[in-house]
Nanobody, 123 residues
Framework: VQLQASGGGLVQPGDSLRLSCVVS????????MAWFRQAPGRKREFVAG????????KYSASIEGRFTISKDNAENTVYLQMNSLKAEDTAVYYC?????????????????WGQGTLVTVSS
């Protein structure tokens, strides 16, 4: 499985940005797709997750209400719509796949990772 993340960039506080993650290779309907982020000097943290096959999602409390995860099964793509961005959202954002039946927030569970895309929120 290969994941290609894109869409990062430099934005101002309050702006919006949409990240994309294209998944190629063998996937299963039970797979979980997730976004994580890692800020300089900090551990990688869970942001949001979604199931390929059923309409379930999970969000980190720090971004809930501002970020929305979605998917396009036909395009094998997962999105992260980020609104009302704050300086503390600055990080490298990674997409990942977990061969699981529910959404876990522990990054050690995830089997496949994309290369990351940098989001910088600064005035």
């Amino acid at each position: 499985v290969q994941l290609q993340a894109s869409g990062g960039g430099l934005v101002q506080p309050g702006d919006s940005l949409r990240l994309s993650c294209v998944v190629s290779g063998q996937t299963f309907s039970t797979d979980i797709m997730a976004w994580f982020r890692q800020a300089p000097g900090r551990k990688r943290e869970f942001v949001a997750g979604i199931s390929w096959s059923v309409p379930i999602t999970k969000y980190s409390a720090s971004i809930e209400g501002r970020f929305t995860i979605s998917k396009d099964n036909a395009e094998n793509t997962v999105y992260l719509q980020m609104n009302s961005l704050k300086a503390e959202d600055t990080a490298v954002y990674y997409c990942a796949v977990d061969r699981a039946h529910e959404i876990y927030t522990d990054n050690a569970r995830y089997d496949y990772w994309g290369q990351g895309t940098l989001v910088t929120v600064s005035s």
